[in-house]
């Protein structure tokens, strides 16, 4: 029998017994959080940075940052190329290296043309803005979807774009009939907004990084194509499906009207967002893009960057995927299980998990990973600081990324192993 397997069987004979005094100071800590208003109760997931203690006196502290993939930073390559970039003035179309990344960006989309935009955020609210030329008319996006959740309500605040929701299923599809009756008919009666759009996410983020079938994006579309509404994909992590799925981008965003896709995720980039569709869409796009502030000169020193990202950072995706599949493993390997994971649903390089301890919440697992404890440089050889955030639905999210290696993971599971080991002490004290 492994140590780590023990160490859980172990942990898991004292699952019905009162939780250690000494964890009382997590509790604590979470309590302050609440007051701050930081509590992940609050929210979708904690959104403050986390930072490590060290009351073990660790030699050397080890940081695997495992919060969000858009904590990459750019190497040696990127970095050089953004220094040589030939730049001009892109407001007035002039800047050769950003011409260069919206010709690639479109022709690997499949798309007539596309767009440089400095974040996500703003990408899919001039989506929203373009597809939806009049105030009050209506999209219809998934309730767990970025676009809802996570982007202040821009759609409303800032366009006069109203939204109905459909129910985000676990994959991070949607029910089609759901669909279908959400569509607004009888325009222009004056009692109800018109619907315009239908917005998908592909890969789903609260959903931990689901992939969209494409027989599910194929019959949206022509469900839109029936009443005349455009389909705009979330596509801030489409990459990543297109390496789960083994096909080129065109074949999924075949069955988009326009894509917004981040460069600044797991494709190592500093900055920047395309956003992709047709030739009318874009020529709009970029007056919104004006508008709303995203008119950038001398860009071409970030394009530089997202040129790199397209053109050698794709294939990679696959080294997130698979170690975020180990990790996923290693919290099953515990026999019986303390954490519950579906490992079908661990698709990409998100991973959602649950505690099966009622008395260890994810917020405390969280601060757990993230402390430096007493006597953990004689155990692992170093102190090590694994970052994560408690996450919606009682969960934990963790996300692998450029700069988290294969051996980064194996010691953010010795790490979670400790913590399991550490926790059966302080509840054997308690005894």
Not at 108 to 123: D, K, R
Not at 129 to 140: A, T
Not at 200 to 221: A, C, K, M, S, Y
Request: charged share 20%; with cysteine; proline share 5%.
């Amino acid at each position: 029998m492994s140590s780590k397997t023990l160490s859980c069987r172990i942990l898991l004979k004292f699952l019905n017994h009162g939780v250690a005094a000494s964890s009382k100071r997590f509790r604590a800590r979470e309590a302050a959080a609440a007051v701050l208003g930081r509590s992940s109760a609050r929210g979708y997931y904690n959104s403050g940075k986390p930072g490590y203690s060290d009351p073990g006196g660790a030699a050397h502290v080890r940081v695997v940052d495992l919060r969000s993939d858009t904590v990459t930073m750019p190497g040696p390559a990127m970095r050089q190329a953004m220094a040589e970039a030939v730049v001009g003035d892109d407001v007035m179309g002039e800047d050769p290296t950003v011409n260069e990344l919206q010709k690639i960006a479109a022709e690997m989309f499949g798309m007539e043309a596309a767009l440089f935009v400095p974040t996500g955020t703003m990408s899919n609210l001039i989506a929203v803005m373009v597809h939806c030329r009049e105030r009050g008319d209506e999209m219809i996006v998934g309730d767990l979807s970025h676009l809802h959740i996570y982007e202040q309500g821009g759609s409303a605040q800032l366009a006069g774009v109203h939204a109905t929701t459909v129910t985000t299923l676990p994959d991070g599809t949607f029910d089609l009939d759901q669909l279908e009756s959400k569509i607004r008919h009888g325009y222009p009666d004056p009692h109800y907004p018109r619907s315009r759009l239908v917005c998908v996410e592909n890969t789903h983020n609260i959903q931990g990084g689901r992939v969209l079938p494409l027989t599910f994006l194929q019959d949206v579309r022509a469900l839109a194509d029936r009443y005349g509404l455009s389909v705009h994909m979330d596509g801030a992590r489409v990459m990543n499906a297109v390496v789960a799925q083994g096909v080129p981008p065109s074949t999924i965003l075949q069955h988009t009207n326009t894509v917004s896709v981040c460069l600044s995720k797991g494709l190592g980039a500093p900055v920047g967002t395309m956003l992709a569709g047709p030739q009318d869409f874009i020529f709009h796009a970029r007056r919104c893009r004006k508008a709303l502030g995203g008119g950038l000169r001398q860009a071409g020193i970030l394009a530089a960057a997202g040129k790199l990202s397209l053109l050698e950072m794709v294939d990679r995706l696959e080294e997130d995927h698979r170690n975020a599949k180990t990790f996923a493993q290693a919290l099953l390997d515990c026999d019986p299980p303390l954490f519950a994971v579906d490992m079908a649903a661990v698709e990409t390089n998100i991973l959602r998990f649950r505690l099966q301890e009622p008395s260890l919440s994810p917020s405390e697992f969280c601060a757990r990973m993230g402390q430096v404890g007493e006597g953990e440089e004689a155990a692992l050889g170093q102190g090590t600081a694994v970052l994560m955030y408690p996450h919606f639905g009682n969960s934990v999210r963790a996300v692998w990324h450029l700069g988290i290696s294969p051996e980064d993971t194996q010691m953010a599971i010795k790490k979670m192993q400790f913590v399991a080991s550490q926790y059966l002490e302080e509840k054997l004290r308690a005894q």
